[in-house]
């Protein structure tokens, strides 16, 4: 689904990530973890094709990544679930599970489907299986943070992507709706054999619902393998504070 050849990012000095080499393959569950700067979100916008990486090459299900129109093509490919959500807050919910189809549709249309009965009808139906049916005509600004979580999955739900690139998905509600949270997420993924590439905080949840861990620290590749392989002294390296902050202390 997508293969990364040396592929870097900086923003001025900063080496946000360093040049990276790893392929994720179809229907894989990939979980970014690793410190709070350490280039998760960064590796995620690379692979969204969001903006091209400074050097290397990437490919998106064997297409290179800057031959990919934006819009109906890429959104085909990739969706997101961003850190923010993105959702529009003063739109009913209706219309931001709707903006799935616009990658199918077009602008003009997404929007003449709010008025069509049928269209509705999918929203609803993406609505009832992320749990929420009775938000549909809700303004999204009222919901709760891990509701507007389930209605962008939603809008996922509709927008059907060979891959799902989520920013920290279940950041925003407690532990034991995340955990539920996430079993939807890796249940529908899972279903449709969509590619899932997610940055996690959450330890123990990202070990138990992910098969694949890629650890970043300082937009450098700390170890990269199977969730059952990885040991509990890994993870509290990976997350060890810098010693430099200290240093002159004592
Ligand atoms: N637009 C930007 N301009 C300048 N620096 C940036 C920009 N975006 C990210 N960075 C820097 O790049 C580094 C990697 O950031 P990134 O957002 O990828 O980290 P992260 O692993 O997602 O962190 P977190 O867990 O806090 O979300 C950080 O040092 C960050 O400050
Ligand atoms: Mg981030």
Known sequence: ???LEGVAKRYGPLEALAPLTLTIAPGERVALMGPSGGGKTTLLNLLAAAFPPDAGRLSIAGRPAEGL??????ARL???MPQGFDLVPSLAVVHNVLAGRLGEWG??????SLVVPRERELARTALAR????????ERTERLSGGEQQRVALARLLLQRP???LADEPVSAVDPARAEALLALLVGIVAEEGTTLVASMHGVPL??????????????????????????PEEIEALYALEDAGTRGVA
């Open 206 to 231: 990202a070990l138990r619902h992910f098969s694949r861990v890629v650890a970043l620290r300082r937009g450098r590749l700390v170890f990269d393998r199977p969730s059952a392989a990885v040991t």
């Open 69 to 74: 129109r934006p819009g109906r093509e890429l």
């Open 162 to 164: 060979r891959a799902i």
């Open 130 to 137: 992320v749990g929420i049916p009775e938000k549909l005509y």
């Open 107 to 112: 602008f003009a249309r997404s929007l003449a």
């Open 1 to 3: 689904m997508f293969a």
């Open 78 to 80: 990739v969706g997101i």
